[in-house]
């Protein structure tokens, strides 16, 4: 089995992105393994402070400090991804010298025989304006979750990207008012993937 840093840390809330980036700095701070990041400490540091002073103007002010900050967590979870694929090939399939840097990881390749269901969507809610919030059927032997999105009801798609686990997976970015079909399928197994769920349409508030 190969070990993969996680990139859930996308789909976390406001106030936990900002206490997970508190750890990869300090897991990184002084790191002898992972010494030259991408994106470096300082600068991942500053991103953080940036977007927490970011987040604290966007509960006082109003629709231009709430892009600002939608903005400045884009750029922090840009910057976490680049670290994160930085330590994954630098770590040597090493779980603890990973985890050594705040990231977290999880482990792909099953069972050979291994073959992966159909997964489905147990509920769709509105998570906040612009975000849907979705809740899949849990798959054995899945290490994630591939997500696709349509504007025509299914005719054409487009990859939404993989998500870490099925009870809690937020589609943000969206325009209220608008109706959108989600469709996913278990990631992992003997085939890479199991088959695409039931398509599902939700109108985002």
Request: with cysteine; charged share 15%.
């Amino acid at each position: 089995m190969s070990m993969h840093v996680s990139l859930g840390f996308a789909q976390l809330s406001d106030a936990d992105l900002i206490q997970f980036a508190l750890g990869v700095v300090k897991g990184l701070t002084g790191n002898g393994v992972f010494s030259s990041p991408p994106v470096t400490v300082a600068q991942l540091d500053g991103s953080q402070k940036a977007f927490a002073a970011a987040l604290v103007a966007a509960h006082a002010g109003g629709p231009a400090q709430m892009a600002f900050k939608e903005q400045a967590r884009e750029v922090l979870i840009g910057q976490l991804r680049q670290d994160a694929l930085y330590v994954e090939e630098n770590a040597g399939g090493d779980e603890a010298k990973a985890l050594s840097t705040g990231y977290l990881v999880y482990t792909a390749g099953y069972h050979p025989q291994s073959q992966l269901g159909k997964t489905f969507i147990q509920a769709i809610r509105n998570e906040m304006s612009g975000q849907l919030l979705v809740r899949l059927q849990p798959e054995t032997n899945a290490f994630g979750y591939e997500g696709e999105i349509s504007l025509d009801s299914g005719q054409t798609w487009q990859l939404l990207g993989t998500f870490p686990q099925a009870r809690r997976l937020v589609v943000p970015h969206l325009t209220p008012g608008i109706t959108y079909t989600l469709r996913f399928r278990a990631a992992g197994g003997s085939t890479g993937h199991g088959d695409w769920c039931d398509p599902v349409s939700h109108m985002a508030m």
